[in-house]
Every structure is written in structure tokens, then in C-alpha cells.
């Protein structure tokens, strides 16, 4: 997500698609092991090891994103709902308890 700044910049926020092209590689990097790691798994499928990977990634997204400085509550919320869509939800809440008490600590 690309988003216009009050001086007429371009700022990208950290759900934007990456265009730095090592970045890029990191990310293929880590697809391309996840693939091989169930390939390698002999014929057997392990779901349960692909949805834990997918949630161990979100979650490390969701923490990189409350370690943001100047940071916006208003960016944090938009970008937050890209990772938990239900901002009514438990999770969603406890999540932005966490980053207005990081904000208060450390921002």
C-alpha cells in the first residue's frame, strides 16, 4: 500500500508489495524452502506444518509492525486489518492494547 504524504511524497507502508530486489529474493528465498520442505516430506502431505509456517510469519509481520516508529494508530489499524480482517474481534483488540502500550513505552 503506496500512500501520498503531505509534502506530495510516496511512502510505502510495510504491507506494500516489495519492490527492492533483495527483498524480493528473501521472500522467493523462504517460498522456495517451505516448497521443499514439503516436497521432502516423501509423498506424504503435512498441512498442519505449511498453516503453523504461514502463521509463525504472520505473526512475525504483526510484530514488526508494532515495533514501527512514527507510526500512526490510524496506519497501524489499517495495516493491522490486512493481518486480522474482524476488527471487532479479540485478537484485533489485544493486538492494538499491544501497540498503544509499546507507543507509550518506547514511541
Not at 500512500?3 to 510516496?10: S, Y
Not at 520442505?37 to 505449511?50: H, I, N
Not at 497501524?76 to 507509550?104: G, H, M, N
Request: charge should be positive.
Amino acid at each position: 500500500m503506496e500512500t501520498n504524504g503531505t509534502d506530495g511524497t510516496r511512502r510505502v507502508t510495510a504491507m506494500s508489495k516489495v519492490n527492492d530486489p533483495d527483498e524480493a529474493k528473501v521472500q522467493a528465498d523462504t517460498d522456495l524452502r517451505d516448497v521443499m520442505a514439503e516436497e521432502t516430506s516423501r509423498g506424504t502431505k503435512r498441512p498442519k506444518k505449511v498453516r503453523s509456517l504461514e502463521e509463525t510469519r504472520r505473526l512475525t509481520n504483526t510484530a514488526r509492525l508494532v515495533r514501527r516508529k512514527g507510526y500512526t494508530e490510524e496506519e497501524f489499524i489499517s495495516d493491522l486489518s490486512e493481518f486480522v480482517p474482524d476488527t471487532a474481534s479479540p485478537e484485533f483488540r489485544k493486538l492494538l492494547k499491544i501497540w498503544r502500550e509499546f507507543q507509550r513505552r518506547f514511541g
